[in-house]
């Protein structure tokens, strides 16, 4: 096995992992049996259990982003209908099967206190969905500020689904963004879209 299929590999196996049990009830060493590497050479890429969080966490990250405005892209042409978009793909996320909530704050909760790394990961994806969601409201006509408004709207979201087990936070979360959008004048009939009870 070559050196990126390996660390491919242990990744893969670190996120099912991770995501599913949950960081500290995972050891080293269920890592290793999944992935199918010696102990010694998952330790060769990750010295450390936090080195290998922080490592499978950068990697979602990067996939997660890149998901969500793959989709936003791709589902809406209007800015207004691009910020909408956003939450019509948590819906799709949340309805997966083992969707268990954010990554970052499961981690960050579980570790955040006593493992600085986990903690700037965690806090670097917040602030690259609040980027995000900054772009999109500016673009829509949107007032300063508004984006962090969407962010905490996506947020609850995620929460409200992983506590409750459904995609309907999405579209509660989607119906507000149409209200913000709609008070703030953005275009492409966000506003009619949010009243008419448009959902993901």
Request: with cysteine; charged share 25%.
């Amino acid at each position: 096995m070559d050196t990126d299929a390996a660390r491919t590999r242990i990744l893969d196996a670190a996120e099912e992992l991770f995501y599913a049990q949950g960081v500290q009830s995972v050891g080293m060493d269920a890592v290793r049996t999944a992935a199918g590497v010696t102990l010694r050479r998952l330790y060769q890429f990750f010295p450390s259990k936090d080195d290998l969080v922080v490592a499978y966490l950068e990697r979602r990250d990067r996939r997660w982003l890149a998901e969500l405005a793959d989709h936003v892209d791709a589902a809406a042409d209007s800015p207004a209908e691009r910020v909408l978009a956003v939450y019509d793909w948590l819906a799709d996320w949340f309805a997966r099967p083992g969707f268990r909530g954010c990554a970052f704050v499961n981690s960050y909760g579980e570790l955040g206190a006593t493992a600085p790394g986990v903690a700037a990961v965690a806090r670097r994806h917040k602030e690259a969905l609040r980027d995000y969601l900054d772009g999109l409201a500016e673009d829509a006509g949107c007032p300063v500020g508004t984006g962090v408004r969407l962010a905490l709207l996506a947020e609850g979201a995620i929460t409200l689904a992983a506590l409750t087990r459904t995609p309907a936070p999405a579209a509660e979360a989607r119906e507000v963004a149409g209200v913000l959008l709609a008070n703030a004048g953005a275009s492409a009939g966000a506003g009619a879209g949010a009243s008419a009870g448009v959902t993901g």
